[in-house]
């Protein structure tokens, strides 16, 4: 790992406990270091004064990911997601579902319905997780079409209502 590794302060404040404040007070402090800007916009921080503060135990291999999900690509962010769901940080694990739905993700999709319709992270919202459930379904995601599916045929049953093709026309 080399030293110049740097991400985003967004990525800082999503992968530790800390928030945008706290990491700004540092920096003024100069106990970490505020890299170069892009365009006076993206603040960015030195992976090793990040390190020590992710608030998930990992390893080189998921160090891999946060880089490569810090840098837009929708499948690493899915699978960060994924590492810090699994580790109980459903808080954490909803931004990086988010940012790779955001890009058609729809492995992400599928993460984002589940969690929507346990509550985890997000308020349970059973409409949010149908939308990202049938989003991931459309994209031909096997688990939410199988979800998408359970649902439409316990709505038929509770309902107690005809099938579309049944309804009467008006």
Known sequence: ??????????????????????????????????????AGKHTRLQLSDVLPNISIPVNSRDIEFILLADTGNADAQNDVGQMFSIAGKAESAIYWFQQAANQ???D????????????????????????????????????????????LKRSRISANAPSITTLPNL
């Open 1 to 38: 790992m080399s030293k110049s590794q740097t991400l985003s302060l967004t990525t800082a404040i999503a992968i530790t406990d800390i928030s945008e404040r706290t990491w700004w007070r540092r920096i003024a402090q100069g106990t970490i270091q505020r890299e170069s800007t892009v």
């Open 104 to 106: 058609g993700n729809p």
């Open 108 to 151: 992400a999709m599928q993460w984002l319905g589940q969690c929507h319709a346990r509550g985890e992270g997000v308020s349970l919202d059973e409409n949010l997780s149908v939308m990202w459930l049938a989003k991931a379904a459309a994209l031909g995601h096997i688990i939410a079409n199988s979800q998408m599916d359970a649902i």
